[in-house]
């Protein structure tokens, strides 16, 4: 079947040191995965997306890794800050639908 | 920047009464979509609507919900008999066109059931 899941449920990060986020996902025909975040109260929040026939992707300060060959996606953040404290969701396409994963709370230390 | 509207931003009901959520999509956005969130947990795809008509539905999405664009900008998700179990956060989102773009996310209407 299909399913997205995340490896941790929270994250502590010290500010200034990186974060990854990491994320597994069963759908092999899914070919557009994206990294949502999520603060509270709010909608989600386009972070970043790849497409299945690329394997990495860089933003700002951000970079999403694929890996297919183990269903395995990954959120990295660097430099966290504090206003980078919230949910963050990934999510594959397939289909008409997004999936998404049961989120990873990050809490940022001063 | 555009972005996508919803009414009411927290909207109380009591148990078997009809509620109507309302969402204004990005004007330029053929794609729809009513997404829920359940306190503490995931998003989860309630409906997808193009062209005028439903594309795919989860199982959630019983006999009970119903989507509607009613004119060229308001997308509509009516609930006809709330229960306690709807209580949550709705999303609407809406995307540019297939097949590789972001969907854009409303704030939310958190639906209170009594």
């Known amino acids: 079947g299909e399913s997205v899941g995340l490896h941790l449920p929270t994250l502590s990060v010290q500010e200034g040191d990186n974060s990854i986020i990491n994320c597994a996902y069963s759908?092999?025909?899914?070919?557009?995965f994206i990294w949502y975040k999520q603060e509270s109260g709010k909608g989600p929040q386009f972070i970043i997306d790849?497409?299945?026939?690329?394997d990495k992707r860089q933003g700002q300060r951000v970079t999403v890794l694929l890996n297919k060959t183990v269903k395995h996606l990954s959120l990295q953040i660097a430099a966290t800050q504090p206003g980078d404290s919230a949910d963050y969701f990934c999510?594959?396409?397939?289909?008409?639908?997004?999936?998404f994963g049961a989120g990873t709370t990050v809490t940022v230390r001063a | 920047e555009p972005e996508v509207t919803q009414t009411p931003s927290h909207q109380v009901t009591q148990m078997g009464q009809e509620v109507i959520l309302r969402c204004v999509p990005i004007?330029?956005?053929?794609?729809f979509y009513w997404y829920r969130q359940i306190l503490g947990q995931k998003v989860e795809f309630l409906v997808s609507?193009?062209?005028?008509?439903?594309?795919?539905k989860s199982e959630i999405f019983d006999d009970q919900f119903s989507v509607e664009r009613p004119d060229g900008s308001n997308f509509t998700l009516k609930i006809r008999s709330t229960k306690l179990e709807d209580s949550a956060m709705y999303f609407c989102?809406?995307?540019?066109?297939?097949?590789?773009?972001?969907?854009?996310f409303g704030p939310g209407t958190r639906l209170t059931v009594l």
């Open positions: 790849i497409r299945s026939n690329m």
């Open positions: 759908n092999s025909a899914s070919d557009y």
């Open positions: 989102a809406s995307k540019e066109a297939d097949p590789y773009n972001e969907q854009f």
């Open positions: 609507f193009y062209n005028n008509e439903i594309s795919e």
């Open positions: 004007s330029n956005h053929l794609y």
């Open positions: 999510a594959e396409t397939f289909g008409y639908k997004l999936s």
